[in-house]
């Protein structure tokens, strides 16, 4: 069975600087999809980014970036420019690429914190 | 009405009471999921459901029962529940199965058990 690992339960960032939530997981597979989540205190959680395991090349989405080690099995994520708006929970999740009757489970990890402080 | 949506957004409930979760999604999409989410433990799937059938229950005890009459609507039935089931009950939805799909949250349930 595969496991998420996030060892940062909460870090605290100045706005306008920059913050790295590591990510770990264990796998035998070969295809997978990688995500990061972001709950705001509201609850609703939404997708922040999302790396295909295929693809060697670390997705981006604006101000969001992650540094994706596959042979670590590492994912990390990093803020820049952090904004009040990213304090949150963020949550790493694990997803197999491989198509099964039961459909694919998404596996998170515990979670990390985000503070920013203005 | 965008998105998943879910009602109640909060509910106390006795040990012997029957109450219903539901959750509503706007996108078209095909599948739905049940997580809970526990205050020390990760979010842990419940229920996956694919064009109105269950392909997953993962080892959930039986006080909890999901019903998905059609694509667009998710309940959740409680009934005769633990103090140990207090716990934010999330929805999701997914256009499908495949694992490069995201799966889009409604804003949950906060469930107290007393």
């Not at chain 1, 304090?87 to 099964?100: E, G, T």
């Not at chain 2, 095909?30 to 990760?42: D, G, I, R």
């Not at chain 2, 934010?88 to 007393?114: D, I, K, N, W």
Request: hydrophobic letters at 30%; a positive charge; aromatic letters at 10%.
């Amino acid at each position: 069975a595969q496991t998420v690992t996030q060892s940062q339960p909460e870090m605290s960032v100045q706005e306008a600087e920059t913050v790295t939530l590591s990510c770990t997981y264990d796998t035998s597979e070969s295809d997978y999809y990688l995500f990061w989540y972001k709950q705001p205190p509201s609850r609703q959680m939404i997708l922040v980014i999302r790396q295909e395991a295929y693809k060697q090349q670390n997705a981006t989405e604006n101000r969001f970036s992650v540094n994706f080690q596959k042979a670590a099995k590492s994912f990390s994520l990093k803020i820049s420019d952090s904004q009040l708006g990213d304090a949150a929970m963020y949550f790493c999740a694990y997803r197999s690429a491989v198509i099964k009757a039961a459909g694919n489970k998404l596996t998170f990890g515990g979670g990390t914190r985000v503070l920013v402080k203005p | 009405e965008t998105g998943v949506t879910q009602t109640p957004r909060h509910l106390v409930m006795g040990m012997t009471n029957k109450k219903s979760l539901k959750c509503e999604q706007h996108l078209g999409h095909n599948a739905m999921y049940w997580y809970k989410q526990s205050a020390k433990k990760p979010l842990e799937l419940m229920f996956v459901y694919s064009l109105e059938e269950r392909v997953e229950n993962n080892s959930v005890p039986s006080r909890f029962s999901p019903e998905c009459p059609n694509s667009s609507h998710l309940f959740l039935h409680l009934h005769t529940l633990q103090p140990e089931d207090s716990a934010l009950y999330l929805c999701a939805s997914s256009p499908g199965l495949a694992g490069g799909y995201e799966q889009y949250f409604g804003p949950g349930t906060r469930l107290t058990v007393t």
